[in-house]
């Protein structure tokens, strides 16, 4: 009862937030099927595939690092409306272009999803006031977690029924009526998603980064995590079928990821809400280098479980709590180009996880776990650590007032 008392105190425009980030993330498949559609019914070898969606992956990231930056000069509601249309119009062609044009098209279509990733961080911040955002960013996450355990398995059904081409028209058309709500819901004059937060007198991006030393040294540690969480979906199961475990095991362990994080992020981010922020976010990486621990022993089904359940407790902590506390720090005028920074630092290991892990492991796979503890644990020592640099704990001054008004959130990878 207290979960849902949560969800009542958090404002009426964000709970129509989650709503649409799960309706929209229910269609967002398309990347859980890229390698099979290129290797399949595009006939591409493994070598060409990985190019392709390895190039897709690089705009992803870009567009999460420079959305922000375009969010601050031209509005955040611009931004997200924009990405949502180029992204949904290149997912919907691409089924009827030719190979070449892929290798623009769905860099452009991931640049732009990213760009809508960094647009609706800076909304939520930019919609609710310091002391709440934690809560918001919870609820918006759980929309989108949620949409995760329901759109694979439709994507499965749609590609089993008819054609992997129709995940692509599915995905596009869903990004282009997501687009549509939008800009339904946003208001399209006078707010602070419209108006752009540019201001040629204020200092500069590196002045005030400088003024926060505490947020370079936490995108940084969060940048170094996510290359080492994200081994999740890249070397992990690897290791496990070399290990006896199949494909149906692999799959048990992501539902027990997804399980805790829909049953224990609400009332984990309400329960913490008056904690300090760097003091959980620093416990909550701590957690995930003690989880890639456990596979140093061993690889059974017991250490897998306990690992998969100590990744998902430092999940819990750390991202919701890292994400508002950065919004907490920005100043208005910088608020996008903050959540920009952010945002490109926590999806970095979707490209770099990869083909790190994955050298790594080929080379030396004893190292492979002790390597992955030692750096998340470091990260986490460095947010403990940043705890007393000067104005560690000091949240800028809100930066809105008055009601918060509808966010919207395009999955792109679980977690």
Same mark, same amino acid.
């Given at each position: 009862?207290?979960?849902?008392?949560?969800?009542?105190?958090?404002?009426?425009?964000?709970?129509?937030?989650?709503?649409?980030?799960?309706?929209?993330?229910?269609?967002?498949?398309?990347?859980?099927?890229?390698?099979?559609?290129? /290797?399949?019914?595009?006939?591409?070898?493994?070598?060409?595939?990985?190019?392709?969606?390895?190039?897709?992956?690089?705009?992803?990231? &870009?567009?999460?690092? /420079?959305?922000?930056?375009?969010?601050? *000069?031209?509005?955040?509601?611009?931004?997200?409306? /924009?990405?949502?249309?180029?992204?949904? =119009? !290149?997912?919907?062609?691409?089924?009827?272009?030719?190979?070449? !044009?892929?290798?623009?098209?769905?860099?452009?279509?991931?640049?732009?999803?990213?760009?809508?990733?960094?647009a609706n961080a800076a909304?939520?911040?930019?919609?609710?006031?310091?002391?709440?955002?934690?809560?918001?960013? !919870?609820?918006?996450?759980?929309?989108?977690?949620?949409?995760?355990?329901?759109?694979?398995?439709?994507?499965?059904?749609?590609?089993?029924?008819?054609?992997?081409?129709?995940?692509?028209?599915?995905?596009?058309?869903?990004?282009?009526?997501?687009?549509?709500?939008? &800009? =339904?819901?946003?208001?399209?004059?006078?707010? &602070?998603?419209?108006?752009?937060?540019?201001?040629?007198?204020?200092?500069?991006?590196?002045?005030?980064?400088?003024?926060?030393?505490?947020?370079?040294?936490?995108?940084?540690?969060?940048?170094?995590?996510?290359?080492?969480?994200?081994?999740?979906?890249?070397?992990?199961?690897?290791?496990?079928?070399?290990?006896?475990?199949? !494909?149906?095991?692999?799959?048990?362990?992501?539902?027990?990821?997804?399980?805790?994080?829909?049953?224990?992020?609400?009332?984990?981010?309400?329960?913490?809400?008056?904690?300090?922020?760097?003091?959980?976010?620093?416990?909550?990486?701590?957690?995930?280098?003690?989880?890639?621990?456990?596979?140093?022993?061993?690889?059974?089904?017991?250490?897998?479980?306990?690992?998969?359940?100590?990744? #998902?407790?430092?999940?819990?902590?750390?991202? #919701? #709590?890292? /994400?508002?506390?950065?919004?907490?720090?920005?100043?208005?005028?910088?608020?996008?180009?903050?959540?920009?920074?952010?945002?490109?630092?926590?999806?970095?290991?979707?490209?770099?996880?990869?083909?790190?892990?994955?050298?790594?492991? =080929?080379?030396?796979?004893?190292?492979?776990?002790?390597?992955?503890?030692?750096?998340?644990?470091?990260?986490?020592?460095?947010?403990?650590?940043? *705890?007393?640099l000067r104005g560690a704990?000091?949240?800028s001054a809100p930066v809105?007032?008055?009601?918060?008004?509808?966010?919207?959130?395009?999955? #792109?990878?679980?977690?």
């Amino acid at each position: 009862m207290k979960v849902f008392g949560f969800v009542r105190d958090v404002p009426r425009t964000v709970r129509l937030l989650a709503l649409g980030s799960f309706l929209n993330g229910v269609v967002s498949f398309t990347f859980v099927y890229l390698f099979v559609y290129l /290797t399949g019914p595009r006939g591409l070898g493994v070598p060409q595939a990985g190019v392709i969606a390895g190039i897709g992956g690089v705009g992803l990231v &870009a567009g999460n690092f /420079t959305g922000g930056w375009f969010g601050d *000069r031209y509005g955040h509601r611009r931004m997200l409306l /924009t990405g949502a249309l180029v992204s949904g =119009a !290149a997912l919907a062609v691409l089924p009827v272009l030719p190979v070449a !044009a892929m290798y623009g098209a769905l860099p452009l279509a991931q640049y732009a999803a990213g760009v809508v990733r960094a647009a609706n961080a800076a909304l939520v911040a930019v919609s609710v006031p310091e002391g709440s955002r934690r809560q918001s960013f !919870a609820l918006v996450r759980a929309g989108g977690n949620a949409a995760f355990a329901v759109g694979p398995p439709l994507g499965a059904l749609i590609a089993a029924r008819f054609s992997y081409d129709w995940l692509f028209v599915a995905d596009g058309l869903g990004t282009l009526l997501f687009a549509g709500y939008a &800009a =339904a819901v946003l208001p399209a004059h006078g707010t &602070a998603h419209t108006r752009p937060a540019h201001d040629p007198g204020a200092p500069g991006l590196l002045r005030e980064l400088w003024a926060r030393p505490a947020v370079p040294v936490l995108l940084a540690a969060i940048l170094c995590v996510d290359l080492v969480y994200r081994q999740q979906y890249s070397t992990l199961p690897l290791f496990l079928a070399e290990h006896g475990h199949d !494909a149906r095991f692999y799959g048990w362990l992501l539902s027990i990821n997804g399980g805790l994080i829909l049953l224990l992020e609400l009332p984990a981010a309400h329960a913490l809400r008056r904690r300090a922020p760097l003091g959980i976010v620093g416990a909550g990486l701590l957690l995930v280098g003690l989880g890639y621990a456990v596979l140093i022993p061993g690889a059974g089904a017991l250490f897998a479980v306990t690992m998969m359940a100590s990744l #998902t407790a430092g999940e819990i902590l750390y991202k #919701t #709590t890292a /994400t508002a506390y950065v919004a907490d720090q920005a100043p208005a005028h910088a608020q996008g180009r903050f959540q920009s920074l952010y945002a490109g630092a926590s999806i970095s290991g979707q490209v770099l996880a990869p083909p790190l892990g994955g050298a790594l492991y =080929a080379h030396a796979p004893g190292l492979l776990w002790p390597v992955c503890a030692v750096l998340a644990c470091a990260a986490g020592a460095a947010v403990l650590a940043a *705890r007393r640099l000067r104005g560690a704990g000091a949240p800028s001054a809100p930066v809105c007032e008055g009601p918060a008004a509808p966010v919207l959130e395009r999955r #792109t990878q679980p977690g």
